[in-house]
């Protein structure tokens, strides 16, 4: 059975502070690894697609990296508007772990 | 570009009563995927068409739900009847290609009382 494992479930940072959130997984036949950012009462937006251990992608202050078990995404010098839950997927159905919540303090 | 649409937004239904819930995809995917979220837990996986043709619904809960893409344009996600379990949020999402990425609706909550 596909699992994905996100960590932490929560992330309080001061604005500037960067860190990395985790996603680990295991699935059958991996199609792709994809992170979301999704807001409340809002659909996940779609972020980044990884699709070989050792490849990475780049959007603002974001970065995502992907190793045969674990993908990371890196946030550097976060500000107030990064606040969001973001989601990793995998699978080819796309099995969600359960998001970290990211507040970022001015 | 339009995005993934998905109608009503917020649903209140008792038990028992049916609800359907519609996904209009971005134009030209022929993918589309349903999804749910119930209180506390991940997002998860439903059913999957291909153009017309359901391609995976082993996500399914059980017969109270009915999928259909007619003409493999827009989608509807039938309950009936609705039971309190069912309460949650739903997502629909479309992509260009199997694999690639899907792009999600605003999604529908649904209540039932």
């Known amino acids: 059975e596909d699992q994905v494992t996100q960590s932490p479930e929560a992330l309080r940072l001061q604005e500037g502070e960067s860190s990395s959130l985790n996603c680990s997984y295991t699935?059958?036949?991996?199609?792709?690894l994809f992170w979301y950012r999704q807001d409340p009462g809002k659909g996940p937006e779609f972020l980044f697609t990884l699709y070989s251990a050792g490849e990475e992608k780049e959007k603002e202050r974001l970065k995502a990296t992907l190793t045969k078990k674990e993908s990371f995404l890196h946030i550097t010098a976060p500000k107030p508007e990064d606040s969001a839950t973001y989601l990793c997927?995998?699978?080819?159905?796309?099995?969600f772990g359960s998001g970290t919540q990211l507040t970022v303090l001015p | 570009e339009a995005g993934v649409t998905q109608f009503p937004s917020h649903s209140v239904i008792e038990k028992g009563q049916t609800v359907t819930l519609r996904c209009d995809p971005i134009s030209g995917h022929d993918n589309l995927y349903w999804y749910r979220r119930v209180m506390g837990k991940e997002i998860k996986f439903l059913l999957h068409?291909?153009?017309?043709?359901?391609?995976?619904e082993s996500g399914m809960p059980n017969n109270r739900f009915l999928a259909e893409r007619t003409g493999g344009t827009y989608s509807t996600l039938k309950v009936q009847p609705a039971e309190l379990e069912d309460s949650g949020v739903y997502f629909c999402?479309?992509?260009?290609?199997?694999?690639?990425?899907?792009?999600f609706g605003q999604g529908t909550r649904l209540t039932v009382v």
């Open positions: 997927a995998a699978g080819g159905q796309l099995t």
């Open positions: 699935v059958s036949g991996l199609r792709g």
């Open positions: 999402a479309s992509s260009l290609a199997r694999g690639s990425e899907a792009f």
């Open positions: 068409f291909v153009k017309e043709s359901k391609q995976d």
